[in-house]
């Protein structure tokens, strides 16, 4: 691996300019509007929708409509997309950009869950070369003045690997930054992430910024990987579940490693919370998703119930406790439920560190029939790739 001594915490993508070289991944059931901002009350960087599939924003369906909103909060505006028809594509990029709708746009092929890959989606489609230049060249020349950038995975598996040819051709069609996340589609999230692969990317891609993605669980982490692959910044998936307060620690350290702000500064920046602030933070994030709900308090709590498992790890709360907010149906009954808890218990240290989400094992990626017998693809694989527009969902928030 490289070494790399940060001169500025600042990354540009395109005219966009960020204060820390932090991008949040994005998430599938995650990164809604109200994590988002969320997350950005407490720090710096990039925040990335969920994964919009492009067909459904071209046909205009109410779910993808909604998933697009941005608060007025929220600048830049940044909307993943995912697809498999260089035309549809196309078109969704070019209806963000006619409508005003975002001020970055990513494309997603990254996402290894079966229901995207079997139609030759996600992580599968860099290995058909051509198909994976159509559409990002047709993006990019969508796009026009607003950056339009990709995320990708090393490969669909050992003896399958993509990045660098995918990511030279991405460069070569005039991407704004290429993002990859250092483990292939058959690793899921298992393992440990691959940074020399970031490393290696990093030496071959020289135009544009390259952000590594993959086991950063704190704002050491992202430092080390920075001074490791030489990367231009880190994308942050499941590191920030239950914590979004890691962008808050995340701009501390990389303002410290620039020499922004002493080190100390940035140590007593790093977030060690107590329960209280914890428990702060969920019904902050309950309130949001209130509003992202257009005031739906009821589906708000259904949607925060997945989040208590994180945010609460590590931390001295019973197995009642963590059953009843699961099932909380209301903020008052969330008030409640806190109110039976020690706001002073300090925080756990390693309890509450470490991986969050699950990691799973390695498995065989799900593909079309003969997709690996050929890196372009045929009438076959065209016609897999086209019923493959109307999947909905998936992420690879590594």
Known sequence: MTSQTLTSPRLRIGPIELDVPVVLAPM???????FRRLCREYGAGLYVSEMITSRALVERTPASLRLI???ESETPRSIQLYGVDPKTVSEAVRFLVDQDLADHIDLNFGCPVPKVTRRGGGSALPWKSDLFRAIVEGAVEAAGEIPLTVKMRKGIDPDHLTFLDAA????????????LHGRTANEFYSGHADWNAIAELKEAITSVPVL?????????????MVRETGCDGVVVGRG??????LFGDLAAAFRAEAGEISREEAAAAIAKPPLGFVMDAMRRHTELLVDFFDGEEDRACRDIR?????????YGVGGDTRRSLAAVESLAQMDEIFATMDASMPYPGEGAEGQRGRAG???????PDGWLNSRTSDSADRAAVAEGERVDGGSDGG
């Open 212 to 224: 590594g993605n993959g086991d950063i669980w704190s704002a050491d982490d992202a430092i080390r």
């Open 361 to 367: 094992s390695p498995k065989r990626v799900v593909l």
């Open 168 to 179: 030279k051709a991405a460069e070569q069609a005039g991407v704004a930054a290429i993002a």
């Open 28 to 34: 599938a059931g995650i990164t809604n509007t109200a």
């Open 240 to 245: 920030c579940l239950g914590r979004p307060w």
């Open 306 to 314: 997945k989040h208590v498992a994180w945010y609460f790890k590590g």
């Open 69 to 71: 909103k941005h608060h």
